[in-house]
T-cell receptor
Framework: AQKVTQAQTEISVVEKEDVTLDCVYE???????LFWYKQPPSGELVFLIR??????QNEISGRYSWNFQKSTSSFNFTITASQVVDSAVYFC???????????FGKGTRLSVIA | DTGVSQDPRHKITKRGQNVTFRCDPI?????LYWYRQTLGQGPEFLTY????????KSRLLSDRFSAERPKGSFSTLEIQRTEQGDSAMYLC?????????FGSGTRLTVV
């Protein structure tokens, strides 16, 4: 069985601060996919990134960056120079094939204060 | 590509009533998923389809829940004899293997 743990329930930062959201996963499969989604107050899940287990390269997209480390089973997400619009709940998720059900963590609620 | 549509967006029902939700996936997506999300929790998997075939059902899907995807296009999720514990956001997603697209969800309140 797969499991995703997001230990941080809520984080509050002041605008322009950097913030890292932690994600630790468990799976016995050697091939898997990791995802991050953003859920703003409107409720829709917005896709941010997908990473497969064979690609440990870190990725940067604008103010967002992701650090994937198989050795520690972690897939952490950093927002640089946070903005109020980043306020949302962020979910880390895992699937085995990329086309099978996602297993989600409980989410981290990020509040960015102006 | 019009995204994944869910209807209705909100539903308030009395305990004991039956409710049905609809999900229209992205047309070329052959897999369709239903999730339930309660306050402060991540989405929890309920069931999924490949075309019209239901491939897996979670233990969360009690006998009061049934899902269909009769022609491999839209899907319905029915809850019979609703209970207050059924109050949640019901999310639908579709995929082709390159990623999952979620709808805006149906928020169910059982009073």
């Amino acid at each position: 069985a797969q499991k995703v743990t997001q230990a941080q329930t809520e984080i509050s930062v002041v605008e322009k601060e950097d913030v890292t959201l932690d994600c630790v996963y468990e799976t016995r499969d050697t091939t898997y996919y990791l995802f991050w989604y953003k859920q703003p107050p409107s409720g829709e899940l917005v896709f941010l990134i997908r990473r497969n287990s064979f690609d440990e390269q870190n990725e940067i997209s604008g103010r967002y960056s992701w650090n994937f480390q198989k050795s520690t089973s972690s897939f952490n997400f950093t927002i640089t120079a946070s903005q109020v619009v980043d306020s949302a709940v962020y979910f880390c998720a895992l699937s085995i094939s990329g086309n099978t059900p996602l297993v989600f963590g409980k989410g981290t609620r990020l509040s960015v204060i102006a | 590509d019009t995204g994944v549509s869910q209807d209705p967006r909100h539903k308030i029902t009395k305990r004991g009533q039956n409710v049905t939700f609809r999900c229209d996936p992205i047309s070329e997506h052959n897999r369709l998923y239903w999730y339930r999300q309660t306050l402060g929790q991540g989405p929890e998997f309920l069931t999924y389809f490949q075309n019209e075939a239901q491939l897996e059902k979670s233990r969360l899907l009690s006998d009061r829940f049934s899902a269909e995807r009769p022609k491999g296009s839209f899907s319905t999720l029915e809850i019979q004899r609703t209970e207050q514990g059924d109050s949640a956001m019901y999310l639908c997603a579709s995929s082709t293997g390159k990623g999952y697209t979620f709808g805006s969800g149906t928020r169910l309140t059982v009073v």
